[in-house]
């Protein structure tokens, strides 16, 4: 039996041939270049629990009450370089949950990013509100540093995660802590540290807090700067302190001096308020300045009205509790609580049950 099939069936057919297998190919090539909607089946748990031991700038790692590893990265600063950039993608090629921290400097906005920053950050092209959607962030004024409507934000940042500390009865040695560390033999003022800890304006404060209301400082990390022989024994100055051998001399201070602008909510305020010290802060600094308030410390914007903010924070320094105040509004559980619910509902479904007997998530520190 003898099919008749006209041309134009023929061509008829072999577009749709072409068609199909245009589909497929299309349908292969996506495969490969997609990368997977993340899920806990597909991500490698060896390699989840190995993130545990490393810590590598500018992302952070994440777990259960329990320490338990969980599949979530924070992104926390920019990029310095080929490697870190890779390090993201191949987080998001391993299924892993990414967002965002503001916990560096003017981060994610490259176009406020001051000279002391490397070349790479100040040239990288990656786009970071774009690529990423959810964010914790510290700042008033969330559009001046490239947040839109697609992002979703809180407002948390890594210094709401402590808990108030038990140091009763430790000897006061020192009126103020200014912490701002080295960053040559020179002392020079456009450093890194000088730039971020604004120690142009600590230079110009010195004089009224020591000479005018007496006080005696302590700056860590600033040496080579002639300050002794400035203030005499009024002022000591330490090199690179230890972690814990800070966390003492912070027990030991009366308040803390923080000059900073360039600081994205300084951990050094955290660890001091925790502690019953509370924190004379430049009122231009770019977070943290919500932890302020008539009892945890005073503002000031420059050495004009220096002053008036230490009158003010020494008339009422014996009495507030900035501890006190901060375990009624930022104890850990609750911002434990808090990140795990931001996460849950920023990620949605795609989590497949991940967060849904856990009730709180913690960072790796």
């Known amino acids: 039996m003898m099919i008749n099939i006209s041309k134009k069936n023929i061509y008829l057919m072999i577009l749709i ?29 060896t390699y989840l629990n190995e993130l545990k031991g490393k810590r590598i700038f500018p992302f952070r790692y994440f777990t259960d009450i329990n320490n338990n590893i969980l599949p979530f990265v924070a992104v926390t600063g920019f990029f310095r370089d080929e490697n870190a950039k890779r390090k993201y993608y191949e987080y998001m090629s391993k299924g892993l949950f990414i967002f965002g921290i503001t916990a560096y400097k003017t981060f994610p906005n490259k176009e406020l990013l001051d000279t002391t920053e490397g070349h790479y950050e100040r040239n990288d092209d990656f786009n970071y509100t774009f690529n990423i959607k959810n964010w914790l962030v510290c700042f008033k004024d969330k559009k001046k540093y490239g947040f839109t409507d697609f992002n979703h934000t809180i407002e948390i940042s890594e210094s709401d995660f402590y808990t108030i500390e038990n140091n009763t009865n430790i ?34 404060c010195f004089p009224i807090m020591i000479n005018t209301f007496n006080l005696k400082g302590l700056v860590v990390g600033r040496t080579e700067c002639g300050l002794e022989k400035l203030y005499g024994d009024k002022i000591k100055v330490e ?3 230890d972690w814990n051998t800070l966390q003492q001399r912070m027990k030991e201070s009366r308040m ?33 300045f919500k932890y302020i308030n008539n009892q945890t ?67 790796i520190l």
């Open 17 to 45: 041939i072409l068609l199909c297998i245009f589909l497929n190919t299309r349908e292969i090539k996506e495969s490969f270049t997609t990368i997977p909607t993340p899920t806990f089946k597909n991500i490698d748990q």
């Open 256 to 288: 803390l001096f923080v000059p900073n602008i360039y600081d994205a909510s300084p951990r050094v305020i955290a660890e001091c308020l925790i502690k019953d010290v509370p924190v004379l802060m430049n009122k231009n600094i770019l977070c943290g």
């Open 297 to 363: 410390g005073e503002f000031f914007n420059d050495e004009k009205d220096i002053s008036t903010a230490l009158i003010n924070l020494l008339a009422r320094i014996n009495i507030i509790s900035p501890k006190k105040w901060w375990s009624q509004n930022h104890s850990q559980e609750l911002n434990y609580k808090k990140l795990r619910n931001f996460l849950f509902n920023s990620f949605g479904n795609k989590l497949n049950g991940i967060l849904d007997n856990i009730d709180q998530v913690k960072f």
């Open 239 to 241: 090199g690179w302190l």
């Open 171 to 204: 000897e006061k040695k020192y009126d103020f802590i200014y912490i701002c560390n080295k960053d040559g033999d020179n002392c020079p003022l456009n450093g890194w540290n000088a730039y971020n800890r604004n120690f142009n304006l600590a230079l110009k």
